[in-house]
């Protein structure tokens, strides 16, 4: 199964 | 006060294009280095980052830094306006509500202004970190455009595998299977016409066709792409935007469960 990811959980938040 | 003169309002319209499909709005920050947006979009798979440099345009003064909300879509509709020849001088004063966008013909015998309100955009910005990407490919910006284009028709994601004979992007459906497969240009005659790969260690990643293409409207800013990528971290698409700046997409991958 392939699960797509999103930005948030690479990227944080300044 | 803010004021930016381009001599030619088609760079402005080609920016538009290449981010309205993914963003409704965005928030332009101005400063004295020139003009950045970046935004995700909706579902926050994809975040655009465009820089524009102050010393790229005919004419840039900002006095005090300053962010202007902007409906996308209105913005579209404005710049639909221009032709693009026309000058374009985008205007505001410190603390307004409203942008006010102009357009001068060459022989200035035209002159419009279209005045548009700001919007108070709560958006977040991330930051991104310093990456030290596995595999790095240049490659001409259309011939990216087309592989996007014809994968999306076999499945929603498509695989991108580069190792230093290539780069190869695949993708399998209920229609069959397709890949196609770049090698690295042998004799450079025409450096928009190469692909060149710097690879430091070979990298796999799944990727929304979705995405892909809703970058490649990118493509008329510039005759060649970047791709960067590592293992894990989300691929970054650039197109410059000659002399002004760049555009990048950063995607997402899609991840194994």
């Known amino acids: 199964n392939v699960r797509q990811t999103t930005i948030g959980s690479y990227f944080n938040k300044i | 006060m803010f004021e930016a003169r381009l001599g030619q309002a088609t760079i402005l ?47 840039f003064r900002c ?10 879509g209105s913005m579209a509709k404005i710049l639909k306006c221009a032709n693009n020849e026309d000058n374009v001088t985008i205007k505001a004063q410190d603390n307004a509500d409203t942008v006010t966008i102009m357009f001068e013909s060459a022989n200035q015998e035209k002159v419009s202004d279209y005045g548009m309100k700001l919007m108070n955009l709560d958006q977040e910005h991330l930051g991104i970190p310093e990456t030290d990407y596995s595999c790095v490919v240049r490659m001409p910006a259309m011939e990216f455009a087309r592989i996007c284009r014809d994968l999306a028709q076999f499945s929603e994601s498509v695989v991108i595998c580069c190792t230093k004979e290539g780069v190869k992007f695949s993708a399998s ?28 260690e070979p990298v ?32 970054v698409v650039e197109y410059r935007i000659n002399e002004l700046g760049h555009i990048r997409y950063y995607l997402a991958p899609k991840i194994e469960d």
């Open chain 2, 13 to 59: 319209k080609k920016i538009l294009d290449a981010i309205k499909d993914l963003l409704n709005e965005g928030t332009f920050d101005c400063s004295d280095s020139g003009i950045q947006l970046q935004a995700m979009d909706n579902s926050h798979v994809s975040l655009v980052s465009l820089t524009l440099r102050s010393d790229g345009f005919d004419k």
């Open chain 2, 63 to 72: 006095d005090r830094n300053l962010s202007m909300g902007m409906n996308l």
């Open chain 2, 173 to 200: 459906g209920d229609v069959g299977t397709a890949n196609i497969k770049l090698a690295q240009t042998g004799n450079v005659d025409k450096e928009e016409e190469a692909v060149i790969i710097e690879m430091q």
């Open chain 2, 204 to 235: 796999t990643l799944t990727f929304a066709c979705r995405y892909l293409n809703a970058f490649t409207k990118a493509t008329p800013l510039s005759t060649q792409v970047q791709l960067s990528m590592c293992a894990d971290v989300p691929l």
